[in-house]
């Protein structure tokens, strides 16, 4: 089923549960970002969906029926890799956002989120940024707290001051060009110092890295 709005971003919301999806509608709906809204019951209607209608950004849960929210993620990354997905989900485990991720999801979010912060969302990864908001951050600084022996146990390098503004502004969901510009340095020097501190901290990716900060307590400045 559609609802139909101004011109803006095509939208695909998969949930289950009708009242749900009518509901993230009705407040897409307020938002001026909206345009068509797409809705689907499962992975495979949602698919079925994108093969036909042009879609630019899939909000998905991950408890659905059949191919579930992770499974249909994947496929969606894979056969349509221009559709922005974020995960609007009732899960808020720590492991739940890893896996999203590792199959491509642009942001996760739980449905507790308020209607400005689900917008800020939105621009964010439609401006292909990171944007991480402060519940999930709650989960990964728990993650953390509770799985320290998940991490190295080998003494890490010391983080430089500017690594660590680089850092910072990466948790922010700067771009490389975003964080050049505000520290005076090209993109490329962003791009090597963020390389640097992957090695220097024995991580792989964001989530790992904030990880490291939190247990280091490299929060601020």
């Given at each position: 089923m559609m609802v139909y709005g101004h011109t803006g971003l095509n939208i695909l919301l998969v949930d289950d549960l009708s009242l749900v999806r009518k509901g993230v509608a009705a407040l897409l709906m307020e938002l001026p970002e909206t345009g068509m809204i797409h809705e689907a019951g499962d992975g495979l209607e949602a698919i079925a969906l994108l093969t036909r209608e042009s879609v630019d950004l899939v909000l998905i849960e991950l408890d659905i029926p059949g191919i579930d929210g992770f499974a249909t993620t994947k496929i969606i990354k894979k056969e349509f890799p221009a559709v922005k997905v974020i995960a609007l989900t009732s899960h808020n485990d720590f492991n739940s956002m890893l896996q999203m991720n590792a199959y491509g999801s642009d942001c996760f979010l739980m449905?507790?989120?308020?209607?400005?912060?689900?917008?800020?969302?939105?621009?964010?990864?439609?401006?292909?940024e990171k944007y991480i908001h402060k519940d999930v951050i709650k989960i990964l600084a728990s993650s953390v707290l509770n799985n320290n022996k998940e991490m190295s146990t080998q003494q890490p390098k010391p983080v430089?001051?500017?690594?660590?503004?680089?850092?910072?502004?990466?948790?922010?969901?700067?771009?490389?060009?975003?964080?050049?510009?505000?520290?005076?340095?090209?993109?490329?020097?962003?791009?090597?110092?963020?390389?640097?501190?992957?090695?220097?901290?024995?991580?792989?990716?964001n989530i790992d890295l904030f990880r490291f900060a939190v247990k280091n307590n490299i929060t601020k400045l």
């Open positions: 449905k507790s989120i308020s209607l400005s912060d689900l917008q800020k969302a939105i621009q964010a990864v439609m401006r292909n430089s001051e500017m690594e660590k503004k680089i850092m910072l502004y990466i948790f922010e969901g700067l771009t490389a060009t975003q964080i050049g510009e505000k520290m005076n340095i090209s993109p490329k020097t962003v791009e090597y110092h963020k390389a640097a501190l992957y090695h220097k901290t024995g991580t792989k990716n």
